[in-house]
């Protein structure tokens, strides 16, 4: 069974800083990854997918994939209190396309 | 708004009562998936459609839940005789399928078993 693990958090960091978030997982074979954003009481949001080594820029935010170490990270430039919110990491492989999801980091943006 | 919506967007009812919840995917979408999740978990699969074709069920789902797709738009999901351990959000989003699957959730319907 596929895993995505995610440090939970809290992540703290200033306003104007940059908040890195980061996933693992355990499929060597994965190619498909999300990156989604989710308000207390609120569903997920897609923010950003990658699914080639290397870096995707969005705006403020990056994704960044490393395949050979089977890892996913999300960094977001010039934080904002309105980003503060917990960051779901999601692993799509195979012909399944069933997402296994991480717990979720919870990223604290404080003025 | 072309989004994937969901109702009711609360439901509350007593233990050993059934449920059943819909979910109107974006038109243009033909897999349709089901998720659970609870505080601070990230969302569980439950089971996802292809057109009205169930492909997946989660093995930890109980036979207490069942889905449908009849015609390959909305979706229903229905709890039977339901528990305590029910009460989470239910989640439903839709995806284009193919190689990359980008899926978009709805706003969820949030269930609590007293």
């Known amino acids: 069974q596929k895993e995505v693990e995610q440090n939970s958090g809290p992540l703290s960091v200033p306003e104007g800083a940059i908040a890195s978030l980061n996933c693992t997982y355990s499929d060597r074979g994965s190619q498909s990854f999300f990156w989604y954003r989710q308000y207390s009481g609120k569903s997920p949001e897609l923010i950003m997918s990658?699914?080639?080594?290397g870096d995707k820029e969005d705006g403020r935010f990056t994704a960044q994939l490393n395949k050979a170490s089977q890892y996913v990270s999300l960094l977001i430039r010039d934080s904002q209190p309105s980003d503060s919110a917990t960051y779901l990491c999601a692993d799509l492989s195979g012909g399944s396309y069933i997402p296994t999801f991480g717990r979720g980091t919870s990223l604290i943006v404080h003025p | 708004d072309t989004g994937v919506s969901q109702n009711p967007r609360h439901k509350i009812t007593k233990r050993g009562q059934n449920v059943t919840f819909r979910c109107d995917p974006i038109?243009?979408?033909?897999?349709l998936y089901w998720y659970r999740q609870t505080l601070g978990q990230g969302p569980e699969f439950l089971t996802y459609f292809q057109n009205e074709a169930q492909l997946e069920k989660s093995r930890l789902l109980s036979d207490r839940f069942s889905a449908e797709r009849p015609k390959g738009s909305f979706s229903t999901l229905e709890i039977q005789r339901t528990e305590q351990g029910d009460s989470a959000m239910y989640l439903c989003?839709?995806?284009?399928?193919?190689?990359?699957?980008?899926?978009?959730f709805g706003p969820g319907t949030r269930l609590t078993v007293l």
């Open positions: 990658i699914y080639s080594n």
């Open positions: 038109s243009e979408h033909n897999r």
């Open positions: 989003a839709s995806s284009r399928g193919g190689t990359y699957n980008e899926q978009f």
